[in-house]
C-alpha cells in the first residue's frame, strides 16, 4: 500500500457528502443561499439544512451574513478554496473518463465579455450542432467580472480582448477585432474623409466604463497623441452604447462585430478618423499548465482553426 492510501487509510475523514460541497461553493460563488437553491433546482431552506449541517460537522462556522449577501468567514474562505479543489479534480476525472474513451460530451464552460456575447453564442451554437453531447454553460460579463471568474477557475475558457498580464495565462488569439467611430448618419462628420483626433475629442463622446478594454485602447491611442477623451456620457455595455448613439446622444467606438445589423439597416455609420480602425484581437485565454478536458480542447481548436475562416 503506498504511504498516501495509508495515510487516507489511518484517518477519520468528516463525514461531507459532495452535494454539501457543492451547495457550498455555489453559496459562496452567488453569494447567497436563494441564487445557490436556483442554481442547484433545490429549495431555499434545503440550502439553509444542508448548510447548517455541513458547519457542525466541522465545528465550524463559515458563512456570514453582511445586508443582503452571504459571504464566506476567513475560515470559510480556506474551506472553500479546498472544496473548489476537489470539486475540479472530481470534474478533471469525470473529464477523463471521456477523454479515454474518445467521447466529446459533458459540459463546456465559457465566460465571454460583454463585446464579444455579440458573436460568441452563434459559433457555440454551431459548435454544439457539430457535438450534441455536450453542453454549453456561456456566462456574460463584464471585464472584471470575467477577470475574477478566470481567478477561480469557474471556466473552461475565457474570451477577452484584452489579456490580463497580472496572472500566468496561456492566451490563444483566433480572430481580429476592429475597433471603429460609429455615429448616426445624420451626423456633422459623416461622410467627411480623414477626420483629425483633435475633431474627434471635441464631440460628445459616449464612453464605455473604465476596465473596458475598448475603453483601454482608445485612451491609450489618444495618450500617443497628447490627447485626452472628456466622456459626454459613460455607459454600461455596448448594447446601452448603441442606443445612445442611436438616440442621438453622440459618437462613440464600438466592435465592428457589434454593429451588423444596424450598419445593414444603416441605422449607424462608421465614421472615418485617422488612426481607425484600432485591429485587436480575441483570445481564448486559460490559466497556464489548466488541463483543458476533451470538450474544451475540441472547442479551443474549433475556435482557432475555423473561425478565423468563418470570419475573414
Known amino acids: 500500500m503506498s504511504k498516501g492510501f495509508s495515510r487516507i487509510a489511518s484517518q477519520k475523514l468528516p463525514n461531507i457528502t459532495l452535494r454539501q460541497m457543492q451547495i457550498f461553493e455555489s453559496v459562496v460563488r452567488l453569494g447567497g443561499y436563494t441564487l445557490a437553491a436556483r442554481e442547484l433546482n433545490l ?22 451574513q453582511s445586508g443582503r449577501r452571504t459571504h464566506p468567514t476567513s475560515i470559510g474562505r480556506e474551506v472553500y478554496d479546498n472544496m473548489r479543489e476537489i470539486l475540479d ?19 463546456l464552460k465559457v465566460s465571454v465579455i460583454t463585446t464579444a456575447a455579440y458573436f460568441m453564442p452563434h459559433y457555440m451554437g454551431k459548435f454544439i450542432e457539430r457535438h450534441p453531447l455536450v453542453q454549453p454553460r456561456l456566462t456574460i460579463s463584464n471585464r472584471n467580472d470575467a477577470l475574477e471568474r478566470l481567478r477561480s477557475n469557474q471556466d473552461d475558457l475565457l474570451i477577452m480582448g484584452k489579456v490580463p498580464d497580472s496572472m500566468p495565462v496561456k492566451a490563444h488569439p483566433f480572430i481580429n477585432n476592429e475597433v471603429v467611430v460609429i455615429a448616426r448618419p445624420d451626423h456633422p462628420l459623416n461622410g467627411k474623409r480623414g477626420i483629425s483626433l483633435e475633431q474627434l475629442v471635441g464631440e460628445r463622446f459616449l464612453v464605455r466604463e473604465p476596465g473596458s478594454g475598448t475603453r483601454r485602447a482608445v485612451d491609450q ?29 453622440g459618437i462613440s467606438v464600438l466592435s465592428r462585430r457589434n454593429l451588423d445589423l ?19 484581437r480575441w483570445y481564448a485565454v486559460h490559466f497556464r499548465g489548466k488541463r483543458l478536458s476533451l470538450v474544451a480542447r475540441t472547442f479551443l481548436e474549433y475556435i482557432l482553426n475555423e473561425m478565423e475562416l468563418e470570419f475573414s
Open 221 to 249: 491611442l489618444l495618450a500617443k497623441h497628447g490627447l485626452k477623451l472628456t466622456p459626454y456620457m459613460e455607459l454600461g455595455n455596448a448594447e446601452a452604447i448603441k442606443q445612445g448613439v442611436l438616440a442621438g446622444l
Open 89 to 107: 479534480r472530481l470534474a478533471d476525472l469525470g473529464g477523463l473518463a471521456d477523454d479515454l474513451k474518445g467521447v466529446v460530451r459533458g459540459e
Open 43 to 64: 429549495t431555499q431552506p434545503t440550502v439553509s439544512m444542508q448548510m447548517s449541517k455541513l458547519c457542525e460537522i466541522l465545528g465550524l462556522e463559515l458563512l456570514e
Open 262 to 280: 444596424e450598419l445593414g439597416s444603416n441605422r449607424i455609420v462608421i465614421l472615418d478618423v485617422q488612426g481607425f480602425p484600432l485591429v485587436r
